[in-house]
Each structure stands twice: as C-alpha cells, then as structure tokens.
T-cell receptor, first 112, second 113 residues
Framework: GEDVEQSLFLSVREGDSSVINCTYTDSSSTYLYWYKQEPGAGLQLLTYIFSNMDMKQDQRLTVLLNKKDKHLSLRIADTQTGDSAIYFCAESSYSSASKIIFGSGTRLSIRP | GAGVSQSPRYKVTKRGQDVALRCDPISGHVSLYWYRQALGQGPEFLTYFNYEAQQDKSGLPNDRFSAERPEGSISTLTIQRTEQRDSAMYRC???????????FGQGTRLTVV
C-alpha cells in the first residue's frame, strides 16, 4: 500500500536553513504536500507540488521533487523560532485526491 | 464560520460507551473529511463526504465507527462501544470541493479510560 516516510527529528540553529526529507512509495502520487502542525493548532497546508514539477519556491520555502527516486524535500531558509513545529509530508493520487496519506511527521526544533 | 469548528475539544469516556464527535465545516464547503491521528503519528484517513453523500469510507477501522452528514453541512463521527485503542485526536477538514485545499479544524482529543 501507499507509504510516506520521514525522519522524526531535526534540530537547526536559528538563521540556518532547514531541510526536511521525505520518501513515498506510491508511483501514482499526483499531489505532494507539506503541512505544519503547531502545538494546540490544526494542520496548516504550507505548500504543495504537482508530480509534473520538480521545484516550487514560495518566499522562504523551497520544495524539491525527485520523482524517479520518489523523494521530496522542504527547505526553509533563514529558520526562525516561529518555524518550530511538526512538519508532515503527504501525498494523494489523481484517482483519490481526497484521500491524503501522511507521514509520521518531523519535529523541527530551533536552537539559538 | 471562519474556520472548521470541532466539538468537544476534549472528551474522556469510559470503555464501552458510545461517543459522538461533531464537525462544523467552513460555510459553503462541499467536501468534508475525517482523519484520526494517534500520538506521534500523522493523520490517518477515515472517510469523506461530498455534500451529504459519503464518497469513501475505506479508512473506517471497523463497524463500530460511522459518520453522517445528513444535510450536507455539519457532520458527526460516532464510535460505538469505545475501546482504549480508540484514544486519539480526531480531525475534521473541509474544502470547497474535492480538488481544492482542505482546511483542518483543531481536532477532538478522545481519551477512553
């Protein structure tokens, strides 16, 4: 079945770049997402990329997709304390766009 | 409303009791989703609706779980004869349609004791 894997923890220094990696198994994945979850809050869609793209940039966020290796990454430039959160990689397929498969989340912590 | 609203925010229930979790989607949103998130895990799809029709319930773990959206707006997820393993955060989301961004509510944390 579909599976999304990501590392559990990442610690970076304030001002450095953070890179969160994710791999997925479903070759029919059409949409790939990054969600952010802060304590006590709902899930927030940060950005998404279609499978026919290999890069998307939105202010401090850069998403890279290697479809051949089924590898997705999220780079956060100039990481700030407000970026501390759990980041979920997720995917859905064209035939089942409403059914989003999430990874277990990467907890990003920022050190001064 | 301004966002997806779920109630109650917290629910503690005894094993064997039934619980009903409510989701009030963003006004005008056609699609509504239910997810379950265990501690330390990502959300897991349960079911989704377009208007009042339940389009996919493949994620419901067993027949103790059911969901309805009778008037195409508010939805209720019901768990009968709760078990400890049902303890989790239950998240609802809604979207304008099934191909647009889903907005998540803050969730209901269910604890079965």
């Amino acid at each position: 079945g579909e599976d999304v894997e990501q590392s559990l923890f990442l610690s970076v220094r304030e001002g450095d770049s953070s890179v969160i990696n994710c791999t997925y198994t479903d070759s029919s994945s059409t949409y790939l997402y990054w969600y952010k979850q802060e304590p006590g809050a709902g899930l927030q869609l940060l950005t998404y990329i279609f499978s026919n793209m290999d890069m998307k940039q939105d202010q401090r966020l850069t998403v890279l997709l290697n479809k051949k290796d089924k590898h997705l990454s999220l780079r956060i430039a100039d990481t700030q304390t407000g970026d501390s959160a759990i980041y979920f990689c997720a995917e859905s397929s064209y035939s089942s766009a409403s059914k989003i498969i999430f990874g277990s989340g990467t907890r990003l912590s920022i050190r001064p | 409303g301004a966002g997806v609203s779920q109630s109650p925010r917290y629910k503690v229930t005894k094993r064997g009791q039934d619980v009903a979790l409510r989701c009030d989607p963003i006004s005008g949103h056609v699609s509504l989703y239910w997810y379950r998130q265990a501690l330390g895990q990502g959300p897991e799809f349960l079911t989704y609706f377009n208007y009042e029709a339940q389009q996919d319930k493949s994620g419901l773990p067993n027949d103790r779980f059911s969901a309805e959206r009778p008037e195409g707006s508010i939805s209720t997820l019901t768990i009968q004869r709760t078990e400890q393993r049902d303890s989790a955060m239950y998240r609802c989301a809604s979207s304008r349609d099934s191909n647009t961004e889903a907005f998540f509510g803050q969730g209901t944390r269910l604890t079965v004791v």
